[in-house]
């Protein structure tokens, strides 16, 4: 039986990195009304972070988080997690060439479960690529309290090519 070497982790350029962050963090609009901020970028997976603001809530007497807020996070983690599997698939390009393939990028079916309220200081977001085809990405989110409790989980497709 032949035994071939482990394949060397990826490791992504500065250049990547700081192209998907500007992307991510301001160049969708969106998210940085919602403060989504990138706290960890792999091609394994993506963690990300929103503040409480008084902007998010969604029901006042409880300063619970808007439910859309969750959701419209966990998509955009799900979208991020496929950006950087796309990128781990195309290390022979250049990082300015591989940050253009984001393009055509775009959510198809998204669901999410609400576990607990959403409520806290801040707010941890996993989000993992289930599986990358030449089309169609499946990915796993999840939504997490500051003490890292689960309160809200989401399954996402997204078009790629």
Same mark, same amino acid.
């Given at each position: 039986?032949?035994?071939?070497?482990?394949?060397?982790?990826?490791?992504?350029?500065?250049?990547?990195?700081?192209?998907?962050?500007?992307?991510?963090?301001?160049?969708?609009?969106?998210?940085?009304?919602?403060?989504?901020?990138?706290?960890?970028?792999?091609?394994?997976?993506?963690?990300?972070?929103?503040?409480?603001?008084?902007?998010?809530?969604?029901?006042?007497?409880?300063?619970?988080?808007?439910?859309?807020?969750?959701?419209?996070?966990?998509?955009?983690?799900?979208?991020?997690?496929?950006?950087?599997?796309?990128?781990?698939?195309?290390?022979?390009?250049?990082?300015?060439?591989?940050?253009?393939?984001?393009?055509?990028?775009?959510?198809?079916?998204? $669901?999410?479960?609400?576990?607990?309220?959403?409520?806290?200081?801040?707010?941890?977001?996993?989000?993992?690529?289930? $599986?990358?085809?030449?089309?169609?990405?499946?990915? $796993?989110?999840?939504?997490?309290?500051?003490?890292?409790?689960?309160?809200?989980?989401?399954?996402?497709?997204?078009?790629?090519?």
């Amino acid at each position: 039986m032949t035994r071939h070497p482990p394949a060397a982790p990826v490791v992504f350029e500065d250049e990547f990195v700081a192209g998907l962050r500007d992307i991510f963090e301001d160049r969708i609009v969106f998210n940085r009304v919602l403060g989504l901020k990138i706290t960890e970028l792999s091609p394994e997976r993506v963690l990300g972070r929103i503040a409480m603001r008084p902007e998010l809530v969604g029901h006042f007497s409880f300063n619970r988080l808007h439910g859309g807020v969750v959701s419209a996070g966990l998509d955009a983690m799900g979208g991020l997690a496929v950006m950087a599997a796309i990128g781990a698939r195309h290390m022979d390009e250049a990082p300015l060439q591989r940050l253009h393939r984001f393009g055509k990028l775009g959510t198809i079916d998204l $669901r999410i479960d609400y576990l607990r309220p959403a409520i806290g200081e801040h707010f941890e977001l996993r989000a993992e690529v289930l $599986r990358l085809g030449s089309r169609v990405a499946s990915t $796993r989110m999840e939504f997490l309290g500051a003490d890292g409790k689960l309160l809200s989980s989401g399954a996402g497709a997204y078009i790629i090519s």
